[in-house]
């Protein structure tokens, strides 16, 4: 086994939006999440997934990615702590905050060091932050 099916991968997409959920965010930026892992070509880690997938969608009378959200937030607290929730929710973190494609999405530029830095490359105009 080397990938998701793709009931699972929607599985894993709808629990990584609700880990993070950015509204301003379409479902191709978590979809990269499930990528990730499937590049990754780890069949033990896949497995691991797959039926964590599978459990969580069990866990209701409709699959995962068709609850209402506050269910789908219940449902994850359930499993909190688990190896499948927190290998989720790592790499979650990890590459969707890491994929230059959000980056502008929340206003960061990227990195700035090959332009010497944020000193003087307007660090100062996040209109977002009160005068003092």
């Known amino acids: ?9 929607r599985t894993l997409i709808a629990m990584a939006r609700r880990l993070y959920p950015h509204d301003f965010l379409d479902d191709s930026h978590y979809a990269v999440v499930v990528e990730r892992i499937e590049a990754a070509r780890d069949a ?9 997938a599978k459990a969580l ?3 209701g009378d409709v699959p995962f990615a068709e609850r209402p959200e506050d269910r789908k937030v ?39 060091g090959h332009l ?4 003087h490359r307007g660090l100062n105009d996040a209109t977002w932050i009160p005068d003092e």
Do not use: K
């Open 1 to 9: 086994m080397t990938g998701f099916d793709e009931h699972t991968a």
């Open 44 to 52: 033990e880690r896949i497995a691991l997934l797959t039926e964590g």
């Open 74 to 112: 219940a449902d994850l607290e359930a499993i909190e702590g688990t190896g499948f929730f927190n290998d989720v929710r790592q790499t979650t973190v990890r590459e969707l905050y890491s994929n230059p494609a959000v980056w502008p999405s929340f206003g960061y530029e990227g990195p700035s």
């Open 57 to 59: 969608d069990n866990a």
């Open 116 to 119: 010497g830095g944020y000193l």
